[in-house]
Structures are given as structure tokens and as C-alpha cells.
């Protein structure tokens, strides 16, 4: 037994695993060894299935990254370039816990064939992957086969909660600012629902416009990390404001009326 309890390894949650509600429900009486803000440099995430990622071959050419950009940035035209590798929140488990975890990630894509592969894994400060805190050699990502052609749009609930998880766990801006330009799918786009995705918008731009942009084009890696601090140190009335606003505005699942997670 005391051998399972010091035996541990990393599992990867992304996407809309990130939302507060889906992370309370994975990671019920669970108590990870420790947790890091990351970035897999060898996946996308993508939106051909329930926002489950890929993983890139040795060697791409200019279809491939289309294809890529395609698969990965709704709503936004491709200029040659690749998107933000998939960032997430890894967490240190024991044995038993990782399979636990899994389990229940599992549960909330029923119909989605998934399975573990490991991966490489780069450790930043929140809210900023351009300083690095180490490097996880061996991380699990539960991911599945996308059979479907690209160009597909998500329903603006999933994006949603996408968006929200990745921006309350602050993962970097540039991946922020990524997921902030995509275009969900929605054809009955109510006043309230353009306030749900306008304010966290809005929340982001500044911080953006005032600290990443001066530190990429002046070369002032320390202004964008203060940026990221004071992010980081607003983070708590952040998650309250997310609270109140969704008594008016919904939190974002499609069946949050009946107290569920999809």
C-alpha cells in the first residue's frame, strides 16, 4: 500500500475540463502531491470532438498546417501560421487517484473512444509560459481519434466553458488571446449571451493591449510578467465575478437547468 500511495504520475486537464464546476467534479476528495500551469508542445487543442487535442507528426508541410489551423481556429483565417500549443493545468496524483480521475474525465464524453498517451509537458508561472519552471517528461493526456473533416464550429455553451476554465486557471495570454478570437456557433445568439462572452473579453483586452503586447514588440520580458502577476492577483474576485454573473447570464452548460454536467 505504501508503495501505490509514493508512486505517482501527471495527468494533463484542458479545455472544458478547466471549468471550475467540471474540475470540482473530477477532482472530488481528491488531493493532487502538487499542480503546474503547462504547455504541450506536441498538441493542439482542437474542435472536432468534445475538445479533445492531437498530436502532431514528426514533420508537417503547408497542407498540414492548414489543416492544423483549420481544426483548431474556428471563424479565423489561416495566414500560414500555427496556433498556440495546448496549454492545461497538470496535476501530481497518486496511482490510485489518476485512475480515479480518469475514470470520471471519461465520463463526461461517453460516446467519445479516448484513451491515455504520454507526453512531454513544460511547466510556467501562471500566466505566463514564457518563463519556464521545469519540464515534466512523462504526462498523460486522455485524448481520442478525430474521424470527422475540419472546419467545425462549437456551440458558444462549449466554448464557453472552454474559455472561462482557460481563463480562470490563468494559462498564458497569448493562448487566451487565441481562444478569445475564435467564433462559436450559435444561431440564437441572445443580448445576455454576447455580455457572457463580451465581458470576459473585455476583462482580457486590457491587461493584453497594456502588458503582452509592449513586452513582445519592446523586447521587456519583466512588463509582461508584471502583467501576469497582477492577472494572477486578481484572480479571486475574477471567480466571484464569474459567480454572480451567471445567476443573469448562465454558466454555460446547455442543461444548467437541471443542475447537471453535460
Given amino acids: 500500500m505504501a508503495e501505490e500511495d509514493s508512486y505517482t504520475r501527471w495527468l ?24 503546474s500551469a503547462v504547455l ?39 495566414k500560414g501560421s500555427l496556433p498556440p500549443h495546448l496549454e492545461g493545468i497538470a ?6 487517484d489518476f485512475e480515479l480521475v480518469v475514470g470520471r474525465t471519461r465520463e463526461m464524453l461517453p460516446t467519445v473512444p479516448t484513451h491515455c498517451v504520454t507526453v512531454r509537458a513544460l511547466r510556467f508561472a501562471e500566466g505566463d509560459s514564457s518563463k519556464p ?17 475540419p472546419r467545425l464550429q462549437p456551440t458558444r455553451e462549449y466554448f464557453m466553458l472552454v474559455l472561462r ?8 495570454q497569448p493562448y487566451l ?3 478569445t478570437n475564435l467564433q462559436p456557433f450559435d ?11 463580451y465581458l470576459f473579453t473585455l476583462t482580457l483586452l486590457p491587461s493584453f493591449l497594456l502588458f503582452f503586447l509592449p513586452a513582445q514588440i519592446l523586447a521587456l520580458p519583466a512588463w509582461g510578467r ?10 479571486d474576485k475574477t471567480r466571484w465575478l464569474e459567480r454572480v454573473l451567471s445567476r443573469w447570464v448562465g454558466s454555460g452548460y446547455r442543461n444548467e437547468e437541471h443542475g447537471s454536467v453535460p
Avoid at 133 to 149: D, K, R
Avoid at 165 to 172: E, K
Avoid at 187 to 197: A, E, H, I, N
Wanted: net charge neutral; aromatic share 12%.
Fill in 187 to 197: 444561431p440564437t445568439l441572445s443580448r445576455l449571451k454576447r455580455l457572457s462572452r
Fill in 177 to 179: 488571446a487565441h481562444l
Fill in 165 to 172: 476554465g482557460a481563463f480562470l486557471n490563468t494559462l498564458s
Fill in 91 to 96: 496535476y501530481e496524483l497518486t496511482d490510485p
Fill in 133 to 149: 519552471l521545469g519540464e515534466i517528461s512523462e504526462a498523460q493526456l486522455l485524448v481520442g481519434v478525430a474521424p470527422h473533416s
Fill in 226 to 235: 508584471f502583467g501576469n502577476w497582477l492577472l494572477g492577483a486578481g484572480l
Fill in 40 to 78: 504541450v508542445p506536441t498538441a493542439w487543442l482542437s474542435w472536432d470532438l468534445a475538445g479533445v487535442p492531437f498530436i502532431e507528426p514528426c514533420f508537417w508541410d503547408g497542407d498540414y498546417r492548414r489543416w492544423v489551423w483549420e481544426r483548431c481556429s474556428p471563424g479565423r483565417e489561416y
Fill in 12 to 35: 494533463i486537464l484542458y479545455g472544458a475540463q478547466l471549468h471550475p464546476a467540471r474540475q470540482r467534479q473530477v477532482l472530488r476528495d481528491i488531493t493532487s502531491r502538487s499542480s
